[in-house]
């Protein structure tokens, strides 16, 4: 059973920097996508940024120029590099890898931005 851990989230000042981790315990065979996503208290979860295999990334607008998401194929890890935090970026940060016939979700990783 794969598993995806996330880690790198914590208390940040606004304007300051986070670098969030999903590592997957086991390759995935036919991997398409590798996704963040985050849910604040009350809201739905939306996606963040993206990127494939190839890598073609895409992010929300909310965080574009911001936030970078990038893959390490030989560490089996996706990375999520978050400057210039909002109070408005708190969430409980999520990754999902998408396979052709599948998909994983990670556990959470808490971010809080104070103003």
């Known amino acids: 059973q794969v598993q995806l851990v996330e880690s790198g989230g914590g208390l940040v000042q606004a304007g300051g920097s986070l670098r969030l981790s999903c590592a997957a315990s086991h390759f995935i065979f036919s991997l398409n996508t590798m996704e963040w996503y985050r849910q604040a208290p009350g809201n739905q979860r939306e996606l963040v940024a993206a990127i494939t295999i190839g890598g073609n990334t895409n992010y929300a607008d909310s965080v574009k120029g911001r936030f970078t998401i990038a893959r390490d194929g030989a560490k089996n890890t996706v990375y999520l590099q978050m400057n210039s935090l909002k109070p408005e970026d708190t969430a409980v940060y999520y990754c999902?890898?998408?396979?052709?016939?599948?998909?994983?979700w990670g556990q959470g990783t808490q971010v809080t931005v104070s103003s």
């Open positions: 999902k890898w998408v396979a052709s016939t599948n998909y994983y």
